[in-house]
């Protein structure tokens, strides 16, 4: 198994612990994993071939899809 792979396991496992966390626990570590996110999706991509990024990016969207949609709310309510 290629680093780029371990580590995105170790990605997905960090973010499980982090939604067993209370939820004014989960912003700082919530938000560095986000941040790691397109770099380790990138990697994978150039690794791995663009397919697997898709299906990475698909997983990100499950992974923080409330966050995502509060922040597109958020947008949408600001323009």
């Known amino acids: 198994m290629s680093l780029v792979l371990i ?6 496992v960090a973010t499980s612990i ?10 700082l570590p ?8 397109p770099v ?3 990697w994978i991509g150039l690794a791995h ?3 697997w990024t898709g ?9 923080f899809r409330r966050p995502l949609l509060a922040a597109l ?3 949408r ?3």
Not at 7 to 12: A, I
Not at 30 to 37: E, K, R, S
Not at 55 to 63: D, E, R
């Open 7 to 12: 580590l995105s396991c170790l990605w997905v």
């Open 18 to 27: 982090v939604a067993f966390l209370p939820m004014r626990l989960q912003f």
């Open 30 to 37: 919530g938000l560095a994993l986000l941040l790691v996110a």
């Open 40 to 42: 380790l999706i990138t």
């Open 49 to 51: 071939g663009w397919i």
């Open 55 to 63: 299906f990475a990016v698909f997983a990100l969207a499950s992974m």
């Open 73 to 75: 709310r958020q947008i």
């Open 77 to 79: 309510a600001t323009s």
